[in-house]
């Protein structure tokens, strides 16, 4: 690994940090010292890797193997493991466009079943990532790829708009707010 790209690691994780810690400050949940907002470790990886057997998942992504390659292409990505106590649920992963103006949001996954957190962790993540985009000096944040209307409606509550025109053949959908 080049010296660049270590330092790069440790600049924006020192940013990741301070987005994670800022927003676990501001959580009003009675619960509060129960969660805990990290990066994506070994241990959340494992647990992760437990989620491929569930029935009640509704996506595949291998976390286990695609986060090392993720990780390692790009330095300034947002990641969050969300945990309740010792219990992984939740992880997002998303990344700077390469002009630096827009975060992609691309991978938001809630512990398929028995989530100690269920409800929570999308707006954890998206307050965490709002804040991420807005250190970093992203202008807006991108919700990529939705699995579903039910979906896009539930983002749209969080004021983030659908974008028609990127549903066209070749491109990916998203939802998209303006970050201040």
Not at 40 to 66: F, H, T, Y
Not at 70 to 85: C, D, H, I, Q
Not at 99 to 112: D, K, Q, V
Request: one cysteine or more; proline letters at 4%.
């Amino acid at each position: 690994m080049l010296a660049t790209h270590q330092d790069a690691e440790r600049r924006y994780e020192s940013f990741r940090e301070m987005a994670r810690d800022a927003i676990l400050k501001e959580l009003h949940y009675t619960d509060r010292n129960n969660i805990r907002l990290s990066n994506i470790c070994q241990k959340a990886l494992m647990q992760a890797k437990l989620w491929d057997e569930d029935p009640n998942r509704r996506v595949d992504w291998p976390w286990d193997s695609g986060y090392q390659d993720y990780s390692y292409r790009n330095p300034k990505r947002f990641e969050l493991a969300t945990w309740y106590g010792n219990t992984l649920a939740g992880l997002s992963l998303g990344r700077p466009s390469y002009a630096g103006t827009r975060l992609r949001l691309e991978f938001i996954e809630s512990r398929p079943s028995s989530c100690p957190l269920r409800g929570r962790i999308v707006p954890i993540t998206i307050s965490v990532a709002e804040l991420y985009a807005n250190v970093i000096g992203a202008d807006e944040l991108r919700i990529i790829d939705p699995i579903d209307e039910k979906l896009i409606e539930y983002y749209s509550s969080f004021g983030y708009t659908y974008s028609k025109a990127a549903s066209e053949k070749n491109h990916k959908h998203y939802l998209v707010k303006a970050i201040s």
